[in-house]
Nanobody, 125 residues
Framework: QVQLVESGGGLVQAGGSLRLSCAAS????????MGWFRQAPGKEREFVAAITWSGRSTYYTDSVKGRFTISRDNAKNTVFLQMNSLKPEDTAVYYCARARSENYLGRVPIEYDYWGQGTQVTVSS
């Protein structure tokens, strides 16, 4: 069984930064691509970023390009989301998820089979 635990969320002013972490259990972490999603109140869950198993390739939704960076440390079974220049519209619960394959960089939730419980990010104006 795979468990994903997010941390690093909190309250920050617009223009500030946060770094989210997602720690994964199990020995197969490095074999799978990973992704970050977010869900704001009253809205559907949306894709934020993804990274392949090796970390060599990444993919971002347009609204976070140039502000967010996804990375991973396979030795520590952890994936990160560095969020800079935060905006109030970034306010959401952020979830990490494990993709079903090693190189998947898509935004389709069904292509991810394990999800964390989420961490709240609130950006004040």
């Amino acid at each position: 069984q795979v468990q994903l635990v997010e941390s690093g969320g909190g309250l920050v002013q617009a223009g500030g930064s946060l770094r989210l972490s997602c720690a994964a259990s199990g020995r197969t972490f490095s074999r799978y691509a990973m992704g970050w999603f977010r869900q704001a109140p009253g809205k559907e869950r949306e894709f934020v970023a993804a990274i392949t198993w090796s970390g060599r390739s990444t993919y971002y939704t347009d609204s976070v390009k140039g502000r967010f960076t996804i990375s991973r440390d396979n030795a520590k079974n952890t994936v990160f989301l560095q969020m800079n220049s935060l905006k109030p519209e970034d306010t959401a619960v952020y979830y990490c998820a494990r993709a079903r394959s090693e190189n998947y960089l898509g935004r389709v939730p069904i292509e991810y089979d394990y999800w964390g419980q989420g961490t709240q990010v609130t950006v004040s104006s």
